[in-house]
């Protein structure tokens, strides 16, 4: 990969991570795995209760449990 194609790519990452980040600028669950646990988890909020996917591998997840679930394990988990 030439150094055009690296800067392409860290590039595209940065800005889908911004958007990751914009889609949770309303998240209402403060007491649930918190946004930045989900940005983390490289999930996209749906703007549906608290429903979240992932674009890489289209998991989408929904009815987390409070203090008990963790993001990264989850998608870990279900989808390795």
């Known amino acids: 990969m030439d150094s055009k194609s690296i800067y392409t790519t860290l590039l595209e990452t940065d ?3 911004q958007v ?3 889609s ?7 007491s649930i795995p918190s946004s930045a ?3 983390e988890a490289g999930f996209f909020n749906c703007n549906v209760d608290d429903r ?3 674009i890489y591998c289209n ?3 929904q009815q987390w449990t409070p203090h008990a679930d ?9 989808s390795p």
Request: glycine share 0%.
């Open 15 to 17: 800005l889908i991570q």
């Open 20 to 22: 990751r980040r914009r």
């Open 24 to 30: 949770f600028s309303h998240w209402s669950h403060r």
């Open 37 to 39: 646990q989900m940005i």
């Open 52 to 54: 979240v996917i992932c």
């Open 59 to 61: 998991l989408i997840c």
């Open 70 to 78: 963790d993001p990264c394990e989850v998608h870990k988990t279900l």
